[in-house]
């Protein structure tokens, strides 16, 4: 039967005792068998204090060898004593290889320690509190696997100890310690929906302190490269229509190695930004109005500074509108924004022109050979154009301005409907008619009164002769004039009558001669003394 085996722990010291051997005088040898290689590499044995007497105490440095056995003897010297040695094999204490170092990981990744050491080993573990908090069961065996967790904002530093086994000999405690970084959070940011050249400004914020952010664009048309960390800042272009991105934006904290948060995503819209300026228009009252609004913007809002040109304060989308009527020519500026960017506005003018209008002629009738004229007026600036319905009374087919011309001796009566349009600029008012009208006239003669003097005395009604021998026009009439002077005879009248009969005053002296007289129609009084 061999010596007995002991586990020999790498403690100091190890001591070994051979019960009631004081007499015989114990001295103790130890080696290893085999022999290691020289220190450092390899372990060694030696003693601690004396190597004889009843117990000695042993001290192992280094790491020990796979295989090796500590050959422990104890030989007496007493002469009275056996001197065959009483010898103990110790079995080197069980150990790890390194321990795997002191790793950082992120919440959520999984931490694996592989515990190696000498063959025929095997291992148990614990963990410390800190451990527990950081995700390791408390005990086991074997590797040690678990879920890295951390619920904080900060770093979690946790641990425990390992243990190695060579049968029922146990190593001495190792530590492991693993530091889990937390998973970064963000706050969600908001969706941005900005006109066209506007800055765009998006800053990210986490609850976990020293956080970076990193993200992705899923369409580099709103004026944001493909990737990029930080804030985002920067100008935006104007688009020829709107146009929306995905930002995904991942935060990440680093503290030894880099952590990723979950991402989060949010949009930015660049929307169309202007509107075509519209060009200054001139429109007559009356007319109707339409204005279409082009550019990149979604719609269109516009203001009006006069309404007295028909068109309302504001409104939205295209313009529609009749043209108002006013004495004069109103000008409002019409101010067009574009939405839902109000910065872009553009501003053209709307001119209404003053309404052209004509006085309404009076009718007109001559005798041929005779002159008509007629002079036109209206509104200020306004010309005027007319047509002749008929040209035989001696006015062309059409013309401008006023109408003066001669008359032709026409063998019957003619009539024209004349119908003047005013006009100023380009636009054109309410036309107006109204008839000239040229007679065959024949000659006119008021015929011969006698001319005998009458007397009388007092009151009287007195009666004179006509002779009856006019020659007249139709619509003529004949007046009969009284007067006293024959040197003056319309400066000196006394009475006019439609008949023959004159009621002569008191002591009047004579009725010294009457004048007969013709007016024709819409012509001044011609007169004839006879």
């Not at 085999?34 to 105490?57: D, N, R």
């Not at 320690?113 to 063959?119: K, R």
């Not at 949010?266 to 429109?283: A, E, K, L, M, R």
């Amino acid at each position: 039967m061999g010596p007995p085996q002991f586990c020999f722990a790498l403690i100091s010291p190890n001591i070994y005792t051979i019960p009631n051997s004081a007499a015989a005088n114990l001295v103790w040898t130890v080696s290893i068998v085999p022999p290691p290689p020289m220190p450092p590499i390899g372990g060694g044995v030696t003693f601690q204090g004396p190597s004889t007497g009843e117990t000695v105490a042993l001290n192992w440095y280094g790491t020990p060898i796979p295989g090796t056995v500590i050959h422990l003897c104890a030989t007496p010297t007493n002469p009275c004593y056996d001197p065959t040695p009483v010898c103990i094999d110790i079995i080197p204490p069980p150990h790890l290889y390194p321990v795997p170092p002191h790793p950082t990981v992120c919440a959520g990744d999984e931490v694996v320690f592989e515990w190696q050491g000498p063959p025929g080993q095997h291992y148990t573990w614990s963990a410390l509190p800190s451990g527990m908090a950081i995700g390791a069961p408390q005990q086991g065996s074997g590797d040690l696997v678990f879920i890295a967790q951390n619920s904080t904002n900060i770093p979690l530093l946790g641990g425990g100890q390992v243990l190695s086994w060579l049968g029922d000999c146990k190593g001495v405690p190792h530590t492991w310690v693993v530091t889990v970084n937390p998973k970064p959070s963000m706050n969600q940011p908001d969706n941005i929906a900005v006109c066209g050249g506007s800055p765009v400004s998006v800053t990210f914020s986490s609850a976990t302190p020293t956080t970076t952010f990193s993200w992705t664009n899923d369409n580099p048309a709103i004026g944001l490269p493909p990737s990029g960390t930080g804030n985002i800042n920067y100008v935006s272009p104007k688009v020829s229509g709107p146009q929306t991105a995905t930002i995904t934006v991942t935060p990440q904290y680093t503290n030894g190695i880099t952590c990723p948060g979950d991402p989060v995503t949010f949009q930015i819209t660049i929307n169309g930004s202007s509107v075509d300026d519209p060009p200054d228009i001139t429109v007559c009252p009356g007319a109707p109005v339409s204005i279409a609004f082009s550019g990149n913007a979604a719609s269109y809002s516009w203001a009006n500074s006069n309404t007295t040109i028909g068109l309302d304060a504001a409104g939205y989308g295209d313009i529609a509108f009749t043209a108002a009527d006013n004495p004069l020519p109103p000008t409002a500026i019409v101010t067009v924004t574009p939405q839902p960017c109000p910065f872009a506005s553009q501003s053209f003018s709307i001119t209404v022109q003053p309404k052209a209008q004509v006085n309404q002629p009076d009718d007109v009738s001559v005798c041929g050979g005779q002159p008509v004229v007629v002079l036109l007026s209206g509104s200020s600036g306004t010309t005027f154009n007319w047509t002749n319905s008929n040209t035989a009374i001696g006015l062309p087919a059409a013309g401008a301005g006023n109408i003066v011309f001669p008359t032709p001796n026409v063998p019957a009566t003619q009539t024209a409907t004349i119908t003047i349009t005013p006009v100023r600029g380009a636009c054109t008012g309410e036309p107006v008619t109204f008839q000239i009208t040229v007679e065959c006239c024949c000659a006119t003669d008021a015929g011969t009164l006698d001319t005998a003097t009458i007397g009388v005395c007092g009151p009287k009604m007195v009666a004179v002769k006509h002779l009856g021998n006019q020659n007249l026009e139709p619509n003529d009439t004949i007046r009969y004039i009284l007067y006293t002077n024959p040197a003056n005879p319309l400066g000196s009248v006394i009475q006019y009558s439609d008949s023959l009969f004159f009621s002569l005053p008191a002591r009047h002296d004579a009725l010294r001669q009457c004048v007969l007289r013709r007016r024709h129609r819409r012509k001044p009084p011609a007169q004839r003394l006879d």
